[in-house]
């Protein structure tokens, strides 16, 4: 039997290692981080007593997490056991952090925890080491989505989310800041002007009657016979060099879109033929009025 207060509530109770246990309650209780409660084992055969498991009568226990991880694997009871033995009597935000990796403020405060950190996103705060971690993991999930899917805009946000396994897309959109371009729900890496070389679309099957096809049905920008970006990178280079002071150069331009000669001059002149931009006697050039 668990009690706390005037309440109580018949408890199962795992041994996890030392003096740390798990508790899976037959009715819920408010508890918060801290709660002195007490453990009475009804009918407990006096210590020592031959036959029969050595269990005080009554003991008292600290709550250190009321909503703890579920433990999978072998040996994950002792190493939760471990764990659990460094924490300070009464835990805080960071120990809880530290083993739930992400929560909502809302939750830790319901949970009788204060002294969280700022959030990462909305309501969420993280353990600074699981977003770090979670922040490689997305570069890696949009490099080989990019790797896969070459003349696809992007990864999907919420395809994103599912394979990190978490609850809110607007913690991917605060991974993705600084390091990948999240817009109209996908991520794309930060360079969107790297068009792949001419040898990986013949790795893909990509002839240039197929190109063609994606290009009229608006799956890809063909700016060239060889040069193939995403759909809406014509768009996005326009607002780039928006930005630039009139007249820019070839240098200028390719700078600023992050790419190399071998995009940045078919796609100025693909520019040229859209009327976006103007090409100069100099070779500078202006963006037209829209």
Same mark, same amino acid.
């Given at each position: 039997?668990?009690?706390?207060?005037?309440? &109580? @509530?018949?408890? &199962?109770? &795992?041994?996890?290692? !030392?003096?740390? =246990?798990?508790?899976?309650l037959d009715r819920p209780l408010p508890l918060h981080v801290g709660d002195r409660v007490l453990l009475r084992m009804p009918g407990a055969a006096p210590r020592g007593e031959a036959g029969r498991p050595s269990w005080p009568a009554v003991t008292g226990a600290t709550v250190l997490d009321v909503a703890p991880p579920p433990l999978r694997g072998r040996g994950a009871a002792a190493a939760a056991a471990r764990e659990l033995a460094s924490w300070p009597a009464v835990p805080g935000a960071a120990e809880l952090l530290r083993r739930h990796g992400l929560a909502r403020r809302a939750d830790l405060r319901a949970m009788g925890v204060t002294g969280f950190p700022p959030p990462v996103a909305g309501e969420w705060v993280a353990d600074p080491a699981h977003w770090a971690?979670?922040?490689?993991? /997305?570069?890696?999930?949009?490099? #080989?989505? #990019?790797? !896969?899917?070459?003349?696809?805009?992007?990864?999907?946000?919420? =395809?994103?989310? %599912? %394979?990190? !396994?978490?609850?809110?897309?607007?913690?991917?959109?605060a991974l993705a800041a600084g390091q990948l371009a999240s817009a109209g729900g996908v991520l794309h890496a930060a360079a969107? *002007?790297? $068009?792949?070389?001419? +040898?990986?679309?013949?790795? /893909?099957?990509?002839? $240039?009657?197929?190109?063609?096809?994606? +290009?009229?049905? !608006?799956?890809?920008?063909?700016?060239?016979?060889?040069?193939?970006?995403?759909?809406? $990178?014509?768009?996005?280079?326009?607002?780039?060099? =928006? +930005?630039? %002071?009139?007249? *820019? @150069?070839?240098?200028?331009? &390719?700078? #600023?879109?992050? @790419?190399?000669?071998?995009?940045?001059?078919?796609?100025?002149?693909?520019?040229?033929? %859209? +009327?976006?931009?103007e090409r100069l006697a100099d070779d500078r050039r202006l963006l037209r009025p829209r």
């Open positions: 039997m668990l009690h706390i207060g005037t309440a &109580r @509530t018949t408890a &199962r109770v &795992r041994v996890l290692g !030392g003096a740390a =246990a798990r508790l899976a971690a979670l922040r490689g993991r /997305l570069a890696t999930l949009a490099a #080989a989505h #990019a790797a !896969g899917h070459p003349l696809a805009p992007g990864m999907p946000v919420d =395809a994103a989310r %599912a %394979a990190l !396994g978490l609850a809110d897309r607007r913690l991917v959109e969107p *002007f790297l $068009a792949p070389e001419a +040898g990986r679309l013949t790795e /893909l099957g990509l002839s $240039a009657r197929e190109l063609a096809a994606a +290009g009229r049905a !608006g799956l890809l920008l063909r700016v060239s016979d060889q040069i193939v970006l995403a759909p809406g $990178a014509d768009e996005q280079a326009a607002g780039i060099l =928006a +930005g630039l %002071a009139a007249p *820019f @150069t070839t240098a200028q331009a &390719r700078q #600023a879109l992050g @790419t190399t000669r071998r995009v940045a001059i078919p796609l100025l002149e693909y520019l040229d033929r %859209a +009327g976006v931009t």
